[in-house]
């Protein structure tokens, strides 16, 4: 259908489909949503957009060329500073660095929404689009369940609910070029040793649950599961009922608030069983049984 018989619905509809057609290139790092939200704050659009219903036929065909012109010029040139369009946010929380501490110690970020991802574990590069194991542990913002979006992505206004306060890898990463959050990697990461380290009774605790319950001895259960075609259960789920009684009984006699236990002791056992394709039930009496199920898709970005 002609520009010219376009109502402001299909106008808008049109202008959204091009916009994907000019990011549709694998090698234009600019996401549709930014070109959309850059283009909508642009004073001439917003003018043809206004005024659209009023325009006759040629005027529509006029106007929709001088938008065509004006999409492919913010798709060349991105603005550089964040729009807060939300791509960010809804592919990835972010990782903190020891800058952020702050942030924490301000209450600007509650404790409850922070996890650790420990030594080891398999997470997703940004960067390499790869899987990947951590050599040193990562401290993230919890993700919303289900899903890869930042809990503090907001998905009914797309925007940030702590924006003002957001922590340096948000501050710093652009939608439109990757090198801004590749240059970040240089700077120190957040870990738990500078949050408690200076809590002697809690630190040891903690580096003795890395010992005890390091995430290769979970691989190296489930590779003795699968070696013995599955006579080695008990060997996995003791070594789940070690970690959880050693997390549980820590929190109980130093008051850890369950909402903080990710944080303090990385992900349990129990969750990470989906990383092997298997899930933990547990039975009306309490007994835990591990079951096969789909390998899980969701290893966490890095």
Known sequence: MTPALWNIEQFRENVFRYAEELTDDPDNPVPKERVILQLDRDPEFQTILQKWHKLCGAEKVRDWKRVLALAETHAREILPSCLMCGECCRHGSPTLHVEDLELLRQGKIPWGALYTLRR???????????????????????????????LFFDGDTQECTIYADRPLQCRAQACWDPKPGEELTAQPYLTRKDIFGEVDVLWDLL???????????????????????????????????????FRNFVAEKLNIPRSQLELVFGRSFADLVQVFGFRVDVGPDGTRVLVPDAPSEEAKEE
Not at 127 to 144: A, C, P, S, T
């Open 120 to 150: 080891g574990e398999p997470v997703h590069s940004p960067f390499k689009d790869e899987l990947v194991f951590l050599v040193d542990e990562r401290i993230k913002l919890r993700e919303k369940p289900g899903g890869r979006q930042c």
């Open 207 to 245: 580096e003795e649950h890395d010992r005890r319950c390091a995430f290769e001895k979970l691989t190296a259960a489930f590779k003795a599961l699968e070696e013995t075609r599955g006579e080695a259960v008990d060997q996995v789920l003791d070594l789940l009922a070690y970690e959880d009684h």
